[in-house]
């Protein structure tokens, strides 16, 4: 069965600091990977995605995720946090076809001046 | 554009009541999910339509939850003899057609409280 992990449930950074969130996952096959990051209240909006090829991708808001097979990892990444970026934020899997996401659990991202 | 509208917003009601949660898809957008986010976990899948139909409604805890989808536009997540268990927000989630190629766009959800 699928499953993700998002080892770190709440992080802290300043504003300006760099980032990591740290996602694993769990899949018999080629996984496609999606970083989702919610706001108080508000949905999920989907910040990017890898299906193939490169294994460094770029999304929305300055952020980038890398793909490594070897450690079924897809961490997510920010060179300068903005105090906006506070929010919590998803790793999620799914396969090509009809299948819905896996969520992991969330990694709540606190920003300090 | 319009996203993807969740009503009501929030829903509090008494345990054994009967609930509804509506979900207006993005127009165009063939395939419809639902998921249930409890307090401090990711969203959980329950049912996902392609057009008027489910195609997969595993994610359902029991026969309480049930969900249409009559005109493969609007869907309605319907649960019956609510427990405070079920206690949650509910979010609806809608994407151009079959296929991971395509993303999910997500509501703002309702949040359900039982009392």
């Known amino acids: 069965a699928q499953s993700v992990t998002q080892p770190d449930i709440h992080i802290t950074v300043s504003e300006g600091a760099s980032l990591e969130l740290r996602c694993n996952y769990s899949?018999?096959?080629?996984?496609?990977l999606f970083w989702y990051v919610q706001s108080p209240g508000q949905g999920l909006q989907l910040l990017l995605k890898y299906f193939s090829g490169d294994t460094l991708v770029q999304g929305i808001k300055g952020f980038e995720a890398e793909f490594k097979r070897s450690q079924s990892s897809f961490n997510l990444r920010k060179p300068s946090v903005h105090w906006s970026d506070a929010a919590e934020y998803f790793c999620a899997v799914g396969h090509s076809g009809n299948t819905p996401l896996v969520f992991g659990k969330g990694t709540r991202l606190s920003v300090i001046a | 554009g319009a996203g993807v509208s969740q009503t009501p917003s929030n829903k509090v009601t008494e345990k054994g009541k009967y609930v509804e949660l509506r979900c207006d898809p993005i127009s165009g957008h063939t395939a419809l999910y639902w998921y249930r986010q409890s307090l401090g976990q990711g969203p959980e899948f329950l049912i996902y339509?392609?057009?008027?139909?489910?195609?997969?409604d595993s994610g359902l805890p029991n026969d309480r939850f049930f969900a249409v989808r009559p005109e493969g536009s609007v869907s309605t997540l319907k649960i019956q003899r609510t427990e405070r268990g079920d206690s949650a927000v509910y979010l609806c989630?809608?994407?151009?057609?079959?296929?991971?190629?395509?993303?999910?766009?997500f509501g703002d959800g309702t949040r359900l409280s039982i009392l």
């Open positions: 899949y018999g096959a080629t996984p496609y």
């Open positions: 989630a809608s994407s151009l057609g079959t296929g991971i190629n395509q993303p999910q766009h």
């Open positions: 339509f392609q057009g008027t139909g489910a195609a997969d």
